[in-house]
């Protein structure tokens, strides 16, 4: 009840968003219509209507857009609040049927204590009456639970993604393909434990007992495995704490690659030669995350000290803003060039310190298509570069 009710107000305040958006855009265009039906149309239209672009159906489609999402959210919300209703619905059915069962079993407890043999036939009767249905039932449901897990590990995980509203879909979307693994390899785990601590419990074995006795077992059992467990302990906490999911780049002690695959157990990664590296969770110190949210492509540009530094600086500034408005460019580019300025001077070179916030993984691609074109923004622009120092011999 208590997450329904933050994700109706979440659900709320995006309604909210959406009519403000709305709003805004309806606003924009009757100030664009009414600039263009103006005899002295204002730099304001000038700024919307460059490069011949149809800004007034632009805007006719984002107030479409809005529109749409604006009814979209407004018809999510009400069936959240619908939802929220039939919850407490149920809710208060399964209190009378509590009540009901505490009854039914204060009656049952009665009948048992009069009568003078527990091997009679009307207790064994009683028994079977009491407890073959509630067994029937756990085995069926961990039939049915067990198939679950098995078979449809991926929609389970998927229905449960879908409620999220934190990331990108993309970030999504990696982080359910992770948890996957993980439900396929702990979910049938625990529906036998589960199950059968349920089925013994029902047909009046003690189940104290035996967890006492498995409790002594497991501690024998951690002396000598205690790798494996610290394997499996760090392994939860990585995915517990989100550190990494598949297709992050990232450093793990000595090795870094793509992550391809990660259990409770153990981490796959793959080198950019290709090479797999199976890296124990446990023996993770520390991890470095290149395409965690974001990314940062960072430029070291050397020139001559003979040459204009603010010319350059503003030369790379231009073509920085040239990149984002590339259409092929321009989704992998999430900020501005980011301008540090000078960061060194050596006896022959200027070194001038930029970077570029990109997509995750995208800040590789930006990078190499950023060099290209300044290498010939610099010959066209005849940029003075620092002398080629020279190779010794044997060095």
């Known amino acids: 009840m208590q997450s329904l009710v933050r994700s109706i107000e979440l659900v709320k305040e995006l309604v909210q968003v959406s009519q403000s958006s709305l709003d805004n855009?309806?606003?924009?265009?009757?100030?664009?219509?009414?600039?263009?039906?103006?005899?002295?149309?204002?730099?304001?239209?000038?700024?919307?209507?460059?490069?011949?672009?149809?800004?007034?159906?632009a805007l006719d489609r984002r107030v479409r857009d809005a529109s749409a999402d604006a009814k979209r959210l407004k018809a999510r919300f009400e069936e959240m609040v619908e939802e929220q209703g039939l919850v407490v619905g149920a809710l208060q059915k399964t209190s009378l049927r509590a009540r009901s069962a505490r009854d039914v079993l204060e009656q049952t407890q009665e009948k048992v204590e009069a009568l003078e043999s527990p091997f009679s036939t009307p207790n064994i009767k009683a028994w079977l009456r009491m407890?073959?249905?509630?067994?029937?039932g756990t085995l069926v449901l961990m039939s049915f639970l067990y198939v679950l897990v098995s078979r449809y590990s991926h929609k389970i995980v998927e229905i449960f993604a879908a409620r999220g509203i934190r990331g990108s879909k993309a970030e999504r979307d990696n982080r359910m393909e992770t948890l996957v693994s993980v439900l396929q390899n702990t979910g049938s785990v625990v529906v036998l434990v589960g199950g059968t601590?349920?089925?013994?419990?029902?047909?009046?074995?003690?189940?104290?007992?035996?967890?006492?006795?498995?409790?002594?077992?497991?501690?024998?059992?951690?002396?000598?495995?205690?790798?494996?467990?610290?394997?499996?302990?760090?392994?939860?906490?990585?995915?517990l704490e989100n550190q990494y999911k598949l297709k992050d780049v990232v450093k793990i002690g000595d090795h870094s690659g793509q992550v391809e695959q990660i259990t409770l157990r153990m981490t796959a990664l793959r080198d950019s030669d290709g090479a797999l590296h199976f890296l124990p969770n446990g023996a993770t110190t520390s991890v470095v995350n290149m395409t965690h949210g974001w990314s940062s492509a960072t430029f070291n540009v050397r020139i001559s000290r003979e040459e204009d530094v603010d010319r350059v600086i503003a030369m790379i500034q231009d073509l920085g803003k040239e990149l984002r408005m590339d259409p092929a460019l321009r989704l992998m580019i999430v900020d501005d060039l980011s301008m540090m300025g000078v960061d060194a001077l050596t006896d022959t070179a200027v070194v001038i310190l930029f970077s570029i916030k990109t997509l995750p993984l995208q800040q590789w691609n930006v990078k190499r298509e950023f060099l290209r074109r300044l290498k010939k923004k610099f010959q066209e622009k005849n940029v003075l570069l620092p002398p080629i120092q020279p190779t010794l011999p044997g060095a």
């Open 25 to 57: 855009a309806t606003r924009t265009r009757e100030f664009l219509l009414g600039e263009l039906n103006s005899d002295k149309p204002s730099t304001a239209l000038q700024a919307w209507t460059h490069d011949d672009e149809d800004a007034l159906g």
């Open 131 to 136: 407890h073959a249905p509630p067994v029937l």
């Open 197 to 239: 601590s349920t089925l013994l419990s029902q047909v009046g074995i003690p189940v104290a007992p035996l967890l006492g006795g498995a409790a002594v077992a497991g501690v024998a059992v951690a002396f000598g495995a205690q790798n494996l467990i610290k394997d499996f302990f760090y392994g939860f906490m990585i995915l």
